[in-house]
């Protein structure tokens, strides 16, 4: 799990998917789903509405995801853009230099920082 700088935790349960070639919702602090974008990753906007996000009443944010859950029509992951969002993720995902750029941003600087307090 990663806690970006932004203050969002981003746990293994976000990173799953990509890896996976899932399209996922998250269900999180608002920003989630930003930061998992500031990380190169694709998400669904046509899939389904992202303002979510950015909802910070938490009984808001999860009454609209819900909705977007009952909408959803799987057959809409066949779409020629989400299949290429599917691959880069993964592909993203399993990218030794992203991973060793990640590491070193999301968890190795942060340590040194501390550290040099």
Request: no cysteine; aromatic share 10%.
């Amino acid at each position: 799990s990663v806690t970006a700088p932004s203050g969002v935790f981003i746990s293994e349960k976000s990173l799953k998917p990509l890896a996976m070639q899932h399209p996922f919702i998250v269900i999180a602090t608002p920003g989630t789903l930003a930061e998992i974008q500031s990380f190169g990753f694709e998400t669904f906007p046509e899939l389904w509405d992202e303002s979510y996000d950015s909802i910070a009443n938490f009984q808001q944010r999860l009454l609209l995801i819900m909705r977007q859950v009952y909408r959803f029509d799987v057959a809409q992951i066949n779409q020629p853009v989400v299949q290429q969002k599917l691959q880069h993720n993964q592909h993203r995902i399993f990218d030794p230099v992203v991973t060793q750029q990640l590491l070193q941003q999301q968890v190795l600087d942060p340590i040194l920082e501390f550290l040099n307090e």
